[in-house]
């Protein structure tokens, strides 16, 4: 059998009391990083508390060649990953390889950033639209890109009064960088002017680092503002709100610190009801 096992938000200690009897049964564990990261932790302190030796897979050993996918046919093996253990498309993909090669599988869930920005900023879950990432620009032929893709997810959301999450990039090489909230609203900015459009600089944004540490940090703020603002070590995540439900514009305010000029004017009156 397979196992997907979520890793949950933080460290170590986020895994289910299921899932570590899962990795502490399994003939073989492997793991990848590259989707999210645990920041408060390392792979020494995953295996000295699991006690198991844990394997970390390369993008290429999970989505071109996962040939330890093999193994599962007459082993038990566990698939490690930060957050939730599906809510990766490429964990999806797995799940479905393995069930067409006849391997049993099995998920055992986790806390997921998805869940936690609604109890961590107060937004409703149930408006939050279409999730997207923000890219590190890249440079081909001499000239820099920027994908668009972000800002297009955004103003559909907007036109449909939904919250937009918007995830932030992490690049692996040449070197190891996280993307912070400060880079993310620059670049949405900057795919606006790209568009010939504008508006998006007075818009509310919350940006939330360490969702699950002790010392995470939630602030809620004009984008403009919030550019400028230190949320501290990664990782980080940006969410532009739809117009506010009253009840919401109140959480920015008491659990992101959020000033009044940046949500009096946000409040959806049709949502009073």
Same mark, same amino acid.
């Given at each position: 059998?397979?196992?997907?096992?979520?890793?949950?938000?933080?460290?170590?200690?986020?895994?289910?009391?299921?899932?570590?009897? +899962?990795v502490? +049964?399994?003939?073989?564990?492997?793991?990848e990083?590259?989707t999210?990261?645990?920041?408060?932790?390392?792979l020494?302190?995953?295996?000295?508390?699991?006690?198991?030796?844990?394997?970390? &897979?390369?993008?290429?050993?999970? !989505?071109?060649?996962?040939?330890?996918?093999?193994?599962?046919?007459?082993?038990?093996?566990?698939?490690?990953?930060?957050?939730d253990?599906?809510?990766?498309?490429? %964990?999806?993909?797995?799940?479905?390889?393995?069930?067409?090669?006849?391997? !049993?599988?099995?998920?055992?869930?986790?806390?997921?950033?998805?869940?936690?920005v609604?109890?961590?900023c #107060?937004?409703?879950?149930?408006?939050?639209?279409?999730?997207?990432?923000?890219?590190?620009?890249?440079?081909?032929?001499?000239?820099?890109?920027?994908?668009?893709?972000?800002?297009?997810?955004?103003?559909?959301?907007?036109e449909?009064?939904?919250?937009?999450?918007?995830?932030?990039?992490?690049?692996?090489?040449? =070197?190891?960088?996280?993307?912070?909230?400060?880079?993310?609203?620059?670049?949405?900015? !900057?795919?606006?002017?790209?568009?010939?459009?504008?508006?998006?600089? !007075?818009?509310?944004?919350?940006?939330?680092?360490?969702? #699950?540490?002790?010392?995470?940090?939630?602030?809620?703020?004009?984008?403009f503002?919030?550019? #400028?603002?230190? &949320?501290?070590?990664? &990782? %980080?995540?940006?969410?532009?709100?739809?117009?506010?439900?009253f009840?919401?514009?109140?959480?920015?305010?008491?659990?992101?610190?959020?000033?009044?000029?940046?949500?009096?004017?946000? =409040?959806? =009156?049709?949502?009073?009801?």
């Amino acid at each position: 059998m397979l196992h997907f096992v979520g890793l949950g938000l933080y460290d170590e200690r986020d895994i289910s009391l299921k899932g570590l009897e +899962a990795v502490r +049964a399994a003939d073989c564990i492997y793991a990848e990083f590259y989707t999210s990261r645990l920041m408060g932790t390392t792979l020494e302190k995953m295996e000295a508390l699991y006690g198991r030796k844990i394997h970390p &897979l390369s993008r290429q050993e999970v !989505e071109v060649d996962p040939s330890w996918l093999e193994e599962g046919r007459n082993k038990d093996i566990v698939f490690l990953s930060g957050g939730d253990a599906m809510v990766s498309t490429t %964990h999806l993909d797995l799940r479905l390889r393995a069930i067409k090669m006849g391997i !049993e599988t099995c998920v055992i869930h986790s806390s997921s950033i998805v869940t936690a920005v609604s109890g961590l900023c #107060g937004l409703q879950n149930y408006r939050f639209g279409r999730s997207t990432t923000i890219p590190f620009p890249y440079v081909s032929r001499g000239r820099r890109i920027i994908p668009q893709t972000p800002y297009q997810v955004l103003r559909e959301n907007q036109e449909r009064n939904l919250h937009t999450m918007l995830f932030l990039d992490i690049q692996k090489e040449p =070197v190891e960088r996280y993307m912070t909230a400060n880079e993310g609203t620059a670049l949405l900015m !900057e795919m606006e002017a790209n568009a010939g459009e504008s508006g998006l600089m !007075e818009a509310i944004a919350v940006g939330i680092a360490r969702a #699950g540490a002790p010392d995470a940090s939630v602030k809620a703020d004009l984008l403009f503002r919030l550019q #400028g603002y230190d &949320l501290g070590g990664p &990782l %980080h995540i940006l969410i532009i709100p739809a117009r506010l439900h009253f009840m919401e514009a109140e959480a920015l305010r008491i659990l992101a610190d959020a000033p009044a000029d940046a949500v009096q004017c946000e =409040v959806d =009156v049709d949502t009073k009801r």
